[in-house]
């Protein structure tokens, strides 16, 4: 059984970094063919792709987050990460990470919704509130 749990501060002060970091358990992070994915949901908001880090160790982010996204990994502790810089209180949300078994479809077209279908496995979710 697949298992991922999201870890790291509830709270982040804007224009700060935020980090967070998915333990995956029950199978590897390099398995083929799996994406990695974390996804947000802001308050009263649907969920929002964030992006992915591939079992190949390859990236893909969202074109709206991409110029304050960055993910990476550490496979000896089978976890990966993500880092949203200069946050504001608009990044307050609940993030996810989870796994898919191909490339997010939505993430191929422009403005396509997320599936949630797609992701066979989710974390339980962690609250990042963005305030001074």
């Known amino acids: 059984q697949v298992q991922l749990q999201e870890s790291g501060p509830g709270l982040v002060k804007p224009s700060q970094t935020l980090s967070l970091t998915c333990t995956v358990s029950?199978?590897?992070?390099?398995?083929?063919?799996?994406?990695w994915s974390w996804i947000r949901q802001p308050p009263g908001k649907g969920l929002e792709w964030i992006g992915y880090i591939a079992y190949s160790g390859a990236t893909d982010y969202s074109p709206s987050l991409k110029s304050r996204t960055s993910m990476s990994r550490d496979t000896s502790k089978n976890q990966f990460t993500l880092q949203l810089t200069s946050v504001t209180p608009e990044d307050t949300a609940v993030y996810y990470c989870a796994r898919s078994q191909r490339v997010p479809l939505h993430t191929l077209v422009v403005d396509a919704p997320l599936n949630p279908s797609e992701y066979d496995y989710w974390g339980q979710g962690t609250q990042v509130t963005v305030s001074s």
């Open positions: 029950g199978g590897s992070i390099t398995s083929n063919y799996y994406y």
